[in-house]
């Protein structure tokens, strides 16, 4: 049933979308009750541990898991064996979980045990003999697509990837239009420069775990903290030749995911030796294994070529990307070509962008796949062209700015977007005219993502007293459930406190897709919306019937049902409260609900600025303030919009200065922990400023706009501008590491 | 009806060198249906998964979503996120 | 090997619990004791998410074995709060929306109380490195030092 959009954004004067009030699940989180992934427990669970591959590649001739079986308190052991055929499509998802001819990273599952202590599971795991035939690997992405680099499959490109490419090049992407080289023969002048940047992980501070209950009778439990339990359900159903309806999935609390809980890691394994012992198999991933085995993003390889006129009107622009997604096709390089030229209305644009497998960890979404990396060496370059012409940097782009009807670089003509908004408050802002030191230096950028909308279900539930219950089915990533409650509060005119919203399990709802492309607020928010207009629909009809008049003639205000005009009849308005009271009376329990393929997700643009010192000796680099203008469409919360803003940036900060996986000779990961992976702490930042821009989407009942995956966008870009004005030397390679910066101010005297 | 279809760079070596294919189709199903009929190259990407663009609204899985000439309808690649 | 007795109090409760020698303080919270509010985020000493207190002392109990617990005052989350009544920076947390998963929240907590008992008005640089042994992924700090500075003010004025 489509929503009437348009009435609600013009004429809404909104109650408490807007407001700031308390979570509901914020005292559990601040008391320490609030159960995640690790806090479950069950009668006799066992405890399962994973034996990873030491090699970065190797032939697995055999494994021996006898001697392990033979220990006192072992009760399961599970191998490639343990799993049988499944579709094309999970057969990557299935050889990650649990390798099968090959070993094809350091970190690779090669086997799992299910045992009555941590301690003997460890035990166990040194008794599995494993005979390797170690390979040569290849790690890095340009070494991986030469000629002469050790192959990781025989077959694996597509019809996309043209003859005679090394093996590890799987796909080709090409996005634009128009042709480049007449718009690069018509500038005045033309910058082309190549970046590399390394490999980060989305660092959520839970590690994966999971408490998995599969019994003989082929009924399943599966208890983990994961963005989206719909879809963990249906994949490890499957790796378990399982129908869905039989594995039950709840999603605990989540403590932090960005897109790297959106797959499956060790549940299916824990699901099949909780099937082989018979008995609850809890499973955790440690630090070190969540760096080795689960998803980090790409290291990526990229040229850019940009050609502009004096003016500042860029002519043409052209971006090849090279991204490697680990042992497995499906870098985000489509999405990094698709966006990367996205915040500019260009009438020639040309993006090519090659995937590339390498003996590393298969990776996973990190918030906004492949777009921050591929907007690092675009602004980067924009920000040199805007020097040569001595240009103000934000004027160039307002110039270039993609609007309402443009052309986006990746196909589609934009709607409704919030670009220049973004841009004029930026322009406006006493951050951008606030005096700089030496040493110090200030950069800009653009950035944007896509959001979607996707299967929604939500339930919602009006109690006898008056209050109600709202289920919906997308885990609570960044504070959802206070966002849904709120909207639910609003259609039904009732105060928010009356509104317990929950995550309910896969048994309770129909599908919904995964807490991932910021789409919760928008597709859940839209399901609520129609759920409660549903249930006042119910509620009106049962006044109407007290009433004894037409149920046209009745309609809701302010949290009631009333008469809709002289002629209906005199009746005192009826509230919620008291037409639920007696439900039993009228027709039984009243119920609002929605199943939907949310569509109308509307773009999330932004601009970053940022300030930041480099130490000129050390090359270390101290971020000095920071200022996020993102478009909301409408912020429901605005305090959780801001936390969209800051975390973004935040991780961008610790993309661009210090973050990267690191590889030894032996293709081993050197820094598999939190201290040698350093993500940014307390006293390395400043407070993040944040501007909520309101540019309505006209798609959803309230307008609004995904945020949480664009805020991380801009920062590299943003922060690569900032450092290299500060330094007085482009900087090309992330992260600008105190050594790296170091090396390039050396280069450059 | 004849709906136009613009394909991303990638894929134009597979329709006859075109950005832009027509099909008879009235909805989202029956544009994938044509358009692998018409274009048997394309099929492995269309099975592998698109999203299509409609007036710059994207649509992940919704095959009756109907489609009209004067309608931009833009073929992607199957949008993720993080 | 066999087990070791320790007699201990944990938020004030006298507990007594068995553990193996080579269990952290970390393990028997959790696993043997069921308070799952102190959460392991490393297991290194790394991200203080299993921050509690030793006798007064912020420690990470991922670093303290179980039997060093012996004869100690121990202080988790689960202590912070006086029954039903939140401590000052429990609803600071909340009003300031200073958490967004909530996994890290417990070791901030006990890490932001433990540094309040100390300096009653701490500035924003001594806020922000005091809990510089805490990780958090999703909020930036930013609202987390707001909540401490805010807490701190209102802790003196009361």
Not at chain 1, 9 to 19: M, T
Not at chain 1, 641 to 654: D, K, L, T
């Amino acid at each position: 049933m489509p929503l009437d959009h348009q009435a609600n954004q013009d004429e809404k004067d909104f109650r408490i979308v807007g407001q700031r009030p308390l979570r509901p699940d914020g005292i559990d989180k601040v008391t320490g009750r609030a159960r995640f992934g690790a806090d479950m427990t069950a009668p006799g669970m066992l405890i399962g541990r994973v034996l990873r591959s030491p090699h970065a590649h190797a032939r697995i001739r055999s494994i021996d898991t006898s001697k392990a079986l033979a220990l006192p308190g072992v009760k399961a052991v599970v191998t490639r064996d343990d799993f049988g055929e499944v579709s094309e499509d999970l057969h990557d998802v299935l050889v990650n979980c649990m390798a099968q001819d090959k070993a094809l990273y350091d970190g690779h599952a090669v086997a799992a045990v299910a045992a009555i202590s941590a301690s003997v599971a460890r035990k166990a795991l040194k008794l599995i003999e494993v005979d390797y035939e170690v390979l040569p690997h290849v790690t890095d992405v340009d070494e991986a697509m030469a000629a002469d680099a050790p192959a990781l499959y025989e077959n694996a490109a597509d019809e996309s990837v043209p003859a005679g490419m090394s093996k590890n090049v799987v796909r080709r992407y090409e996005f634009g239009h128009g042709d480049v080289e007449t718009g690069f023969a018509a500038a005045d002048a033309v910058f082309e420069k190549s970046f590399k940047t390394e490999a980060t992980h989305q660092g959520y501070i839970e590690p994966h775990a999971c408490l998995a209950t599969l019994g003989p009778d082929g009924q399943g439990d599966l208890w983990v903290c994961t963005q989206g339990h719909f879809a963990v359900r249906n994949v490890c159903a499957a790796l378990l030749g399982m129908e869905v309806s039989h594995l039950r999935v709840t999603s605990s609390e989540i403590g932090g995911g960005f897109g790297g809980k959106t797959t499956v890691f060790i549940e299916p394994v824990a699901l099949a030796l909780s099937r082989k012992a018979s008995r609850p198999v809890k499973m955790t991933m440690s630090r070190e294994e969540v760096f080795r085995a689960s998803g980090p993003t790409s290291s990526t390889s990229m040229d850019v070529k940009i050609g502009m006129n004096s003016d500042g009107r860029i002519t043409a622009a052209f971006a090849e990307l090279r991204y490697q997604g680990g042992a497995f096709v499906g870098s985000p390089v489509e999405f990094g070509a698709m966006s990367a030229f996205a915040p500019y209305d260009l009438e020639h644009a040309k993006t090519v962008g090659w995937d590339v497998v390498t003996n590393r960890p298969k990776q996973a979404a990190y918030r906004a796949p492949g777009a921050p990396m591929a907007a690092f060496a675009v602004e980067s370059v924009i920000d040199e062209l805007c020097k040569h012409f001595d240009l103000d940097p934000l004027e160039v782009r307002l110039k270039n700015a993609s609007t309402d009807g443009s052309q986006a670089s990746y196909g589609p003509k934009f709607g409704k977007i919030g670009l220049t908004a973004t841009l004029e408050a930026a322009k406006n802002h006493p951050h951008y005219s606030a005096p700089l030191g030496p040493n110090q230096g200030r950069g800009v950028a653009c950035g944007f993502w896509f959001n979607f909308g996707g299967q929604t279900c939500v339930s919602l539930n009006i109690q006898d007293d008056g209050t109600v219950g709202l289920s919906v089915g997308t885990p609570d990533i960044g504070g959802s459930r206070a966002s849904m409650g709120q909207m639910a509060a609003e259609e039904l005119g009732i105060p928010y406190e009356k509104v317990r919203t929950i995550v309910a399990d896969t048994a309770s709802l129909g599908y919904n897709d995964i807490s991932e492309g910021s789409r919760v607020t928008f597709s859940s928010g839209m399901a609520t919306i129609q759920a409660a207009r549903d249930a006042i629909q119910e509620l009106c009809s049962r006044a109407a019937q007290m009433w004894g008049i037409d149920e046209d003639a009745v309609v809701w205000e302010d949290g009631h049902a009333k008469p809709a005009g002289e002629n209906a009849g005199k009746f005192d308005p009826m509230s919620l409260a008291d037409i639920a009271a007696v439900a039993a009376n009228t027709g039984g329990p009243i119920a609002g609900h929605a199943e939907i393929n949310a569509d109308g997700a509307g773009q999330s643009f932004a601009t970053h600025m940022v300030d930041s010192e480099v130490d000129p000796e050390t090359g270390r680099v101290k971020i000095l303030r920071y200022t996020v203008f993102q478009d909301a469409g409408k912020a429901i919360h605005p305090s959780y919009v801001e936390g969209q803003f800051q975390g973004g940036a935040v991780q961008g900060i610790g993309w661009s200065l210090n973050e990267e996986y690191i590889y030894g000779e032996d293709g081993r990961l050197q820094n598999a922990g939190f201290l040698d992976y350093r993500i940014p702490v307390a006293s390395d930042l400043p407070m993040i400023d944040t501007v909520i821009v309101e540019v309505p989407n006209p798609g959803h009942p309230y307008g609004v706009r995904g945020v949480g995956e664009t805020s991380i966008v801009p920062p590299l870009a943003a922060i690569a501008n900032s450092v290299s004005a500060a330094a007085g030397v482009r900087l090309t390679h992330l992260p600008m590491s105190p050594p790296r910066v170091q090396k390039a101010i050396k280069d450059a005297k | 009806m004849l709906i136009t279809v613009k394909i991303w760079g990638s894929l134009k070596a597979a329709a006859g060198d075109q950005s832009e294919v027509q099909v008879e189709a009235k909805n989202i199903r029956q544009m994938l249906d044509r358009l692998g009929e018409a274009h048997p190259r394309l099929k492995p990407q269309l099975d592998r998964g698109v999203s299509v663009s409609v007036d710059g609204q994207i649509y992940r899985d919704a095959w009756f979503t109907p489609l009209k000439p004067e309608n931009e309808i833009v073929l992607l690649p199957r949008l993720s996120g993080g | 090997m066999s087990q070791i007795h320790v007699s201990t109090k944990i938020n004030g409760d006298a507990t007594e619990y068995l553990c193996e020698p080579d269990e952290t303080l970390l393990d028997v919270l959790r696993d043997r004791l069921g308070m799952t509010g102190t959460k392991e985020g490393c297991g290194t000493g790394d991200c203080g998410a299993c921050s509690v207190t030793l006798d007064g002392r912020l420690v990470c109990s991922c670093l303290v074995l179980g039997a060093e617990a012996e004869g100690c005052e121990v202080g988790t989350i689960e202590g912070v709060a006086e029954g039903e009544a939140l401590h000052p920076l429990q609803t600071k947390f909340l009003e300031h929306a200073a958490l967004q998963c909530g996994v890290c929240t417990p070791g901030f907590l006990v890490a932001a109380k433990s540094l309040l008992e100390r300096n009653s008005d701490p500035s924003e640089e001594e806020v922000r490195y005091w809990l510089a042994g805490n990780l958090c992924r999703c909020t930036g700090y930013d609202k987390i030092i707001r909540a401490v500075l805010d807490t701190a003010k209102e802790m003196r004025s009361a």
